[in-house]
C-alpha cells in the first residue's frame, strides 16, 4: 500500500530511489478519489489517461530518460486554468462545454516537468466567492467537518490537498482565494509577489490583482512548486524577471534577528477567540526563535474589503463581457434573435454571485458613481500600497491570522454578502498591494484548521517561505479525520 | 439606497437578462451600501498611483500567429467571421 500523505518532495526522493513507481502512486491517488471525493466533491473531472501517463514516466525512468522534476506527481488543477484539450469550465454552466485550445504557461512548464494532471477542481464561479458554494456544480465539503464550507475561491484545490486525492494543487488568489482555503482546510497556501507567475491562460477575473498560487502539504513543497512556475512569459507583460532565484535554497536560514509587525486591523473585534490565542501563540513561538515582534498599525485595512470589491466588480463586469454567446457560451443559433436579447439570453445562465457582481460592475464605475466608489477604492488601494511599503521600511515581515474566524457551516452565510465581505478582511491587502502572502497551518480548534499569514515585500518570496518554513516547524498538528 | 429601477437600468447596460429584479435589490443594495465605509476613509486628496511597465520591458508589437484555426471551434461562422445576431 503507496502512502499516499507523503509530502512533494518525499514523493521526488522515493521515486528516485525507487521505493515507489508513479504509475502505483498515481493508480492509488484515482482510487483514493474514487473513495472519498463522492463525500467531498472535490473534483469536477478527472483525466482518464492518468496512468498511462504515469506509466510512460516511469519508463523514462527505468530506461535513464532525462525526467522532469515532477516525476509523474499527481497534481490538481483549479478548474479556471486552460489544459488543451480539456474542459475548462470556470465552474460555471457559462463554459459547461468549452475545451481549452491551449495551454495556461503554469500548464506547459508543469508537463515540462512530468506533472500529471489529475484532475480538475472545484471553485466559486468565475472564482467570485470564499466558500465554493457559488459553484455552479454544487459545493465542495471540508474534509476536516463535511458540515463545513472548505473555503474558497480554489476550495476544490485545498480540499483535494488535504484530503490526499492529490499531492499538490495549483489554485488563484485574488482576494485570498488560496490562502483562505488552505487556512480552512489545513494546508500551506501561498500567493507569491504580483507577476512572479504568469497568469497567460488563466480565464480573466480581476486580472489587476490576481495571481496563481500552488496549495500544498508543506512550505518546502511550495518553494519547490514556484520554482517550476515562476519567470518571466512574454504572453503576460506583467511577469517580473526573478533572476532565476532556487525558492527551496537555504529554507531552513530560520528568521533569527527578523522583525515582523503585528496587524492591529487583522485581530481587531470580531475575530474568534480560539483564532486570537492562536495568533498570539505564533508570535510567541516565533520571538522564541529570535524574531522581533511588535504591533503596527495600517489604517486603510478598515476600507481595503469594500475597495477590493468595488475593484473586483469593475473589473469582473468588463471581463465577463466576452461572454457573449458568439465567441464563448452556448452557441445556440442566432436567427430569430436580437443582438442585445441573444447575449443578455445567454448571460442569464451565470450564477446569482456572478450576476450580482456583474450589476456592481456596471453600477459602481458608471457616469454619476465613480467618483463615489471607483475612484474612491482605488484612492484606498494607493494609500493602503503607500502604507504597507513604510511598514516594510521598519519590518522584515507581517504577521495577521489568514482568516478571522473558524471554517463555518454550509449555507450559514450564504444570504448575507456584507457577512461573507468580512471574512476576506485579513487576505485582500496582499492583493490589493502585489506583496506576496502565505498561510501555514499553525492550530486545530474544535476540530477546525486555523492558518497563520505572513507577508513579506515585493520580491521578498524567498525570505517569506523561510519564515513560513521555520512557523510550520514549531508545530505539529494532527491528521485529517477522513 | 439602489433602487429597482436601476437594478433594471444597470442590467441591461450589462446585457443581463433577469428575471426577478426585486431579488438582486436586497442583496446589491446590501453590497453598495457597505461600500459607503469608502467616504470615511479620508482618500479625497490621494493620487491614484498604478504600476508602471517602460516600454522597453515589453515584448516586440509583432503578430504571432495562432497554430489553430479558434474560428472552426464555434458553430456560427462564416468565412472568416463570426456569425451574430441582427442589430435592432
Redesign the interface.
Known sequence: MTNLKISALDYVEQIQNGNISAEDFVSETVDRIKKVDDTLHAFLSVNDDVIEQARAIDKKIKSGDKVGACYGMPISIKDNMCIKGSKTTCASKMLENFVAPYDATVITKLKQQDAVFIGKVNMDEFAMGLTTEFSAYGPSKNPWNTDCIPGGSSGGSAVSVSAFECVTSLGSDTGGSVRNPASFCGVVGYKPTYGLISRYGLISYANSIEQIGPLTRTVKDSAFMLNMICGLDSNDNTTVDNNSEDYLSGIDSGIEGKKIGIIKEMIADGTDPAVLSSTKDAISKLESLGAICEEISIDMVKYSVAAYYTITATEAGSNLARYDNLRYGYDFPVEGYEFNSYIAKARKNFGPEVTRRMIIGGFVPSAGHAGKYFLKAMKVKSKLTKEVNEAFKKFDLLIAPTVPILPFKLGEKIDDPVSLFLVDINTVTANLTGKPAISVPFAISNGLPIGMQLFANSMNDKLLLQAAHALENTVKLPEVPI | M?TEE??ER??????????DHKE?VD??H???D??D?????G??S????M?E?PIS???EDKHVP?D?K?IE????YKGSY???????
Open positions: 439602489v436601476e437594478i444597470v442590467s441591461k447596460l450589462m446585457k443581463i437578462d433577469v428575471d438582486y442583496k446589491v446590501a453590497m453598495i457597505y461600500f465605509i469608502l467616504d470615511s476613509a482618500v479625497e490621494e493620487e491614484i498611483s504600476p511597465i520591458q515589453l515584448r495562432f489553430q479558434l471551434k464555434l458553430n456560427n463570426v456569425r451574430a445576431p441582427k442589430m435592432s
